[in-house]
């Protein structure tokens, strides 16, 4: 007997990075369990091409990638609500149903500074953060 996934939703202020990331982590790594959506707040124009490329490097496609706003979720079902930044902690609007809500700040990769690798050095290390932290906090939730 197939039993219903758990959905979770992660919400960043711009879900251009950090939210786009940790979405695609958990639809990886959790698939049977879980489905994993990610909006924002103030959502950028496009999913940053720096954390397309660094999920690209562990085989993880998020390319076609939208940002999205969190108002479009509003009214549907949630399992679990993780914001991965203050900002979007901060500004979390009140869901119709009750809802957990967990919050684990990570670094804004898009506001890291200096050369192309160490950019993307830093992609890399909140990349593999996200994957660490915010997938076994949703896993033990399962």
Request: overall charge neutral; hydrophobic content about 45%.
């Amino acid at each position: 007997m197939a039993t219903e996934k758990k959905r979770v939703l992660v919400l960043c202020t711009g879900n251009s990075c950090r939210s786009q990331m940790a979405e695609a982590w958990v639809n990886h790594l959790l698939e049977a369990q879980w489905e994993a959506r990610s909006a924002g707040t103030a959502p950028a124009a496009h999913v940053h091409p720096l954390a397309v490329r660094a999920m690209a490097e562990v085989g993880v496609d998020i390319a076609g990638g939208k940002p999205e706003h969190v108002g479009v979720y509003l009214g549907q079902p949630w399992d679990l609500v993780v914001t991965v930044c203050d900002s979007a902690q901060e500004a979390c609007p009140t869901f119709p149903r009750p809802v957990p809500k967990l919050h684990i700040s990570f670094f804004d990769p898009a506001a890291a500074e200096g050369t192309d690798d160490q950019k993307m050095a830093v992609f890399r290390r909140v990349r593999d953060e996200i994957r660490d932290r915010l997938v076994a906090e949703v896993r033990a939730r399962g």
